[in-house]
């Protein structure tokens, strides 16, 4: 059931951002590849190392199970795993991905219809005039089309990379974007604040926020690990004394940062070297959330248990130990 519910929880955040991509047509927050190296990856040591786990205290004193009442995966497993953990770790990789991207200068609200928006090429001679309404784009549509998203990160889904100017970057430190063949996907451009010259860099952006939002699964899923110990005990009673599942925190953060952090495998993957802001920030914060809940949880399912007189077992009572009580 812990193994379970485990898993279960990291897959709310990993079909969230096809979702977001087909219903609001936002650039992908996280690709099919990352996906996969979550799931055959980061996860699999956590998920097996519960299969080692020490029986929580008060596991004679509780009545047997039914097993003809009480599934491996009942409703409230699935409540638990989707509806409260999942969406709050889906909430910490959303928020990464518009805190990394917004940082990159694409606004929240520039993202939502972005990855539908047909774009216009700057020539190579063109200069960036933020007075008049091509901004400097002499291959801007005369009629007005698209004025307003000049400034923004533009694909075309036509196969045509893009170019774009930056309203906030002044003429000097406009440069020509890298070119590259197509693959089928959009190519974003954007500025690099990670390089010192001021240049563009194809799918740079895109490719720092998709790491952000994986390593941010990877954070909450630490705190995943950590809850999914216990069903009601505190961590402090269970303890971190299961060393395979020490070694699965250690072994899904290693695997994360080579997958980040070591050329080829980033450039094969798609994945950055993210700074240590958009590291820390928003994982951590919804790391600590995400525990805090289910300690907070935990105490009202205990406050549930009352000794039964005739058995001297353990009954669970109270609303939120019926509803959330796997």
């Known amino acids: 059931k812990k193994s379970i519910a485990y898993t279960l929880s990291s897959n709310i955040p990993e079909i969230s951002p096809f979702l977001f991509f087909m219903m609001f047509q936002i650039p992908q927050p996280l690709s099919t590849v990352l996906i996969l190296c979550i799931d055959l990856g ?6 097996i190392s519960f299969a080692y786990e020490n029986p929580e205290l008060d596991i004679m004193e509780r009545f047997p199970r039914n097993s003809k009442r009480d599934h491996l995966v009942n409703a409230k497993l699935i409540s638990f795993a989707y509806l409260q953990i999942g969406m709050v770790q889906a909430a910490a990789g959303f928020f990464t991905y518009f805190y990394v991207m917004n940082d990159y200068g694409f606004t929240p609200s520039v993202l939502f219809g972005l990855a539908g928006e047909k774009g216009f090429i700057p020539n190579d001679t063109d200069v960036y005039n933020p007075l008049i309404p091509s901004k400097g784009n002499s291959n801007w549509n005369a009629t007005g089309e ?9 694909p075309r889904q036509s196969g045509v ?38 240049i563009c860099w194809t799918m740079e952006g895109l490719y720092y926020a998709q790491s952000a939002y994986l390593i941010s699964i990877v954070c909450v899923q630490w705190a995943d690990l950590m809850i999914c110990k216990t069903r009601n005990l505190s961590l402090s009673q269970q303890g971190m004394i ?81 509803n959330t009580y796997y």
């Open 242 to 322: 299961n060393m395979n599942s020490n070694f699965g925190l250690f072994f899904e953060t290693s695997l994360v940062a080579l997958l980040s952090y070591v050329p080829p495998l980033n450039t094969m993957l798609g994945t950055r070297m993210i700074a240590f802001p958009h590291f820390a920030v928003p994982s951590l914060a919804f790391f600590m959330m995400i525990y805090f809940y289910d300690e907070v949880r935990k105490v009202f399912v205990r406050r549930g248990m009352v000794y039964s007189k005739s058995t001297g077992r353990i009954k669970f009572d109270g609303w939120v130990t019926r």
């Open 42 to 47: 980061t996860d699999m040591v956590p998920a």
């Open 146 to 154: 698209g004025a307003d998203k000049l400034d923004m990160l533009t």
């Open 161 to 198: 990379d893009v170019r774009l100017f930056f309203t906030d970057r002044k003429a000097s430190e406009w440069a020509p974007c890298r070119w590259g063949p197509d693959s089928g996907a959009p190519h974003f451009y954007i500025y690099s604040h990670v390089s010192e010259n001021s």
